[in-house]
């Protein structure tokens, strides 16, 4: 079977060590010749680096491994690139969280008015990335997992079209896990339909191999405890603000019970109760920093120190196995069935073509072949197309320096109550973000 070399783009991120560790849990699925971790933070990735070539040397020392700072070391002769970057790190994540609840609006990751910030910061860091990419490995495919995925999505669409990049989210595997231990299957069991976009959809379907559905039994569980689970499956999303997400999908689900919802939606159908329950002064990027980021570097630090990795607190990420399963997609044209990111182009029969939705696809070697979905209710639709524009228009507002299309993005959005606000807001994110956003005028 062939051997494979990966790059890990994002080498100093506090995910990497469980991505390793996973990659080498399916080296029989999924065989390693050499793995690099790449970032532009030498000393940050050094950390993990350090103790990585500890653990790759007494775990699998026949892959060869290193870590660098060079593009041209780390892509040449790469066989695919795993990219999740955060430009501006936590820092800029606590800006992002923090700035918008001074205004009354949520402070999220990923979505509102933090999550077109953390876009505009990373729209330039994964071109960057790509162009190395496509420089030193031509034929690399990139499996990309950055958030905030749907404005990194959009923008690789416009800015890189003909790029070998595919654009993937965590969030469905993860509430699949969920929906699996709600009903006694195992995630592999089922297939799914679903239809939106990036943190910000619906299931309709969950079946088994035979045919038999399942979403009823899953909606009336979720009616009344949420995703919440008795036997925890996910070993990513477990911290008290991510229990209050899962048990907020039983609200989310009265505004319209007849498909199963993406728990972000949250923060558009009840913007007004998340920021109500939000600490403007701690927030979830102070949660990570205190939390996985110090967990992940102080086991970094004690592999080191120790010269060995035996009984380390590195953890397999069992929840990132679907990075092996679309490598091996790719690889081994498996035509595995996936959630995954991509041009709309009729999938959803009754949305624009050139939208970037989030649908099942099948993946083989010549990448996702997007499901039918048909068409969808008025209420979806709407929804989606208001905020599809927003990562649209936020990606133009970049692409011509336009101060007035990101004024209108925060418009836009649904989380922001008015222009005045989004104004008030757009300046503050400017001041803060100097050189990590182009300049609008």
């Known amino acids: 079977m062939k051997k494979f070399s990966v790059v890990i783009a994002g080498g100093g991120s506090t995910f990497t060590p469980g991505i390793v560790m996973m990659l080498l849990d399916n080296k029989d699925r999924f065989p390693l010749r050499s793995l690099r971790l790449y970032d532009n933070d030498a000393e940050r990735q050094g950390v993990l680096g350090e103790a ?25 002769d790469t066989d695919f690139c795993m990219a999740h970057i955060r430009v501006g790190k936590y820092a800029m994540r606590e800006q992002d969280e923090k700035i918008p609840l001074k205004h009354g609006v949520i402070g999220q990751e990923t979505c509102g008015p933090g999550g077109l910030a953390y876009g ?8 960057e990335i790509i162009d190395h990419m496509e420089r030193y490995s031509p034929n690399c495919w990139m499996l990309n997992y950055s958030n905030p995925a749907a404005i990194v999505a959009e923008a690789c669409r416009v800015l890189r079209p003909n790029s070998k990049v595919l654009n993937i989210c965590d969030m469905p595997v ?4 969920r929906m699996s231990q709600i009903i006694g299957k195992q995630p592999k069991e089922l297939d799914v339909r679903y239809f939106g976009l990036n943190h910000f959809g619906w299931w309709t379907s969950v079946k088994d191999k035979e ?3 399942y979403i009823d039994q899953i909606r009336d569980y979720v009616a009344e405890n949420g995703y919440l689970t008795q036997v925890e499956v996910d070993t990513q999303h477990m911290d008290e603000s991510w229990q209050a997400t899962h048990k907020k999908a039983k609200d ?18 009840f913007p007004d109760e998340e920021v109500a329950h939000s600490n403007a002064d701690y927030t979830r990027a102070n949660e990570v920093m205190a939390g996985r980021e110090k967990t992940v570097f102080d086991a970094a630090r004690k592999i080191v120190a120790n010269g060995t990795a035996e009984n380390s607190d590195f953890h397999i990420d069992s929840h990132a196995s679907f ?24 999938a959803i029969a009754n949305f624009p073509d050139d939208a970037m939705v989030e649908v099942p696809c099948i993946v083989g070697s010549d990448g996702p072949e997007p499901l039918a979905q048909g068409r969808i209710p008025a209420f979806h639709q709407t929804l989606m197309y208001q905020q599809v524009m927003v990562e649209k228009m936020t990606v133009e507002a970049f692409i011509e320096g336009s101060y007035q299309k990101m004024w209108q993005a925060l418009t836009l959005s649904k989380t922001v109550p008015s222009a005045k606000v989004a104004k008030e807001l757009l300046d ?6 100097g050189d990590f956003w182009p300049e609008l005028k």
């Open 120 to 127: 505009m910061r990373s729209i330039s860091g994964m071109m």
């Open 323 to 346: 990075i092996v399963d679309l490598a091996r997609a790719i690889a081994f044209n498996t035509h595995e069935r996936m959630v995954m990111i991509v041009e709309n182009n009729g």
């Open 211 to 213: 045919g038999n559905e």
């Open 428 to 433: 503050d994110l400017i001041e803060v973000n």
């Open 52 to 76: 990585l070539a500890i653990l790759l040397k007494e775990q699998a020392p026949d892959v060869e491994f290193l870590y660098t700072t060079d593009p041209e070391v780390a892509f040449t």
């Open 252 to 269: 989310l689900l009265e505004v319209d019970n007849r498909f199963l919802p993406n728990t972000y939606l949250k923060y558009y159908l």
């Open 174 to 177: 993860g509430t699949l896990r």
